[in-house]
């Protein structure tokens, strides 16, 4: 089982940027961000492989968004730069038990954080 934790969203304004973060209580496969608003569905935004040498976005936040991991630390960063309004919902890290390469379907992750806030105002 692997316990994951994000920290850094936050209110900020629109092309602000904000640094999310995710630990992960021990090391992991692929990993992934997604977001979700209520009353929709959640939302692919980025994912890294395993070794961190290969990266997906979703086409909403290419150039915009960045997404690092340290595997010693056994963490996951998303760096958010020039915020937009529609960027706002809750973001949850994930990890795969399965897959070493990155994949931007929800199914093939099996561990998921509570979530963080980002709250973009325009």
């Known amino acids: 089982q692997v316990q994951l934790e994000e920290s850094g969203g936050g209110l900020v304004q629109a092309g602000e940027s904000l640094r999310l973060t995710c630990v992960a209580s021990?090391?992991?496969?692929?990993m992934a961000w997604f977001r979700q608003v209520p009353g929709k569905e959640r939302e692919f935004v980025a994912s890294i492989s395993r070794a961190g040498q290969s990266t997906l976005y979703a086409d909403s936040v290419k150039g915009r968004f960045d997404i690092s991991r340290d595997r010693d630390k056994n963490t996951l960063y998303l760096q958010l730069n020039n915020l937009k309004s529609e960027d706002t919902a809750r973001y949850h890290c994930a990890a795969s038990a399965q897959f070493g390469l990155t994949t931007s379907r929800a199914e093939h992750y099996v561990y998921w954080g509570q979530g963080t806030q980002v709250t973009v105002s325009s």
């Open positions: 021990t090391s992991t496969l692929a």
